[in-house]
């Protein structure tokens, strides 16, 4: 009899810690997340063992004897002010904490993704400021506020899970290219300073191995063999549909073309010596997108559709 209340107490442990476990991982809780919970998978790294940059340091093009002219970087222009963020950063750290004219910004960058992506953090006049979780979604990287411990999806930009969850970010236009064009594009940016408060290896990147490989680490929902799993595209959406521009279709395009996306006429560029890709709307105004890897891209838009080079070209 005491045998038998032992177990029953043991096995009901084990189940409570179970059930506790799958709702709460590297301490976050993830109760009636938007997403399958047992899709959320860490990375390795627990919560802020990526640290995010939270007091950024800039200095000026000129100075900036730390970059390589042909280093990847993103760049944003926003409220008059230009800076760029080099990947080499980014790839250690995965979130900056800036501002821009006083207005806060979230930039964030995923290396196993290749995503880079801006957002205002700011949520109904409430500034929030982000962490990097340990957790990955379809192998892109679950940001964190510190204000509410809720979590958010770079790719999806919105909340997955907490206070804020179903709460959209308000993603801005970045140009994901070279140092040396966006320095052409905007000679008076300002450019993240390697002066992080951190002791990283900022001229390696960690992840050579595993953007050569055509292997991806960790499950997707959902899989296209359509094309090499990280051939990188520029993803975008207008009204709800989304759609994507693998760069080996670019690379067989007019520099330069039009294209239609849920009626509306954008105008889409590609330069192939730096590797970049932007769309605008007929304003000429550029359009919110991210330059990321097939396979992401895929598992988070399986509905996608999908720019092909017509015949004639």
Request: proline share 5%.
């Amino acid at each position: 009899m005491i045998k038998n209340v032992m177990f029953v107490s043991l096995s009901l442990l084990i189940f409570l810690a179970n059930t506790c476990y799958a709702q709460s991982k590297n301490g976050f809780n993830l109760e009636h997340a938007l997403i399958p919970v047992d899709k959320i998978l860490s990375g390795g790294p627990g919560k802020d063992d990526i640290p995010a940059i939270d007091k950024p340091e800039f200095v000026p093009a000129d100075k900036a004897i730390f970059i390589d002219k042909d280093a990847a970087v993103i760049g944003i222009h926003y409220k008059g002010i230009s800076k760029a963020y080099s990947i080499n950063i980014l790839n250690w750290h995965e979130i900056v904490n800036d501002t821009f004219n006083g207005e806060p910004v979230v930039i964030t960058f995923c290396p196993l993704c290749g995503s880079g992506m801006a957002f205002l953090s700011a949520i109904n006049g409430k500034a929030l400021t982000f962490g990097v979780s340990g957790l990955l979604y379809n192998s892109d990287v679950l940001l964190y506020d510190r204000q509410t411990q809720s979590l958010w999806s770079q790719l999806m930009t919105k909340a997955i899970s907490g206070s804020y969850k179903g709460q959209s970010l308000t993603g801005l236009a970045v140009l994901h290219t070279t140092w040396k064009d966006w320095k052409s594009k905007y000679p008076n940016t300002l450019i993240l300073s390697t002066k992080t408060g951190f002791e990283r290896d900022y001229s390696n990147s960690p992840y050579m191995a595993y953007l050569k490989s055509p292997q991806t680490m960790f499950p997707l929902s959902s899989v296209s063999r359509q094309y090499h799993p990280k051939e990188e595209v520029l993803g975008l959406e207008v009204e709800g549909q989304f759609k994507a521009y693998p760069f080996v279709e670019l690379e067989k395009s007019p520099a330069e073309f039009m294209d239609t996306v849920k009626g509306h006429i954008i105008t889409v560029r590609y330069d192939s010596k730096h590797r970049s890709a932007t769309a605008f709307d007929k304003l000429g105004k550029q359009l919110v997108s991210v330059r990321t890897f097939w396979f992401a891209w895929y598992a988070f838009h399986p509905e996608t559709q999908i720019y092909v080079v017509p015949k004639e070209h």
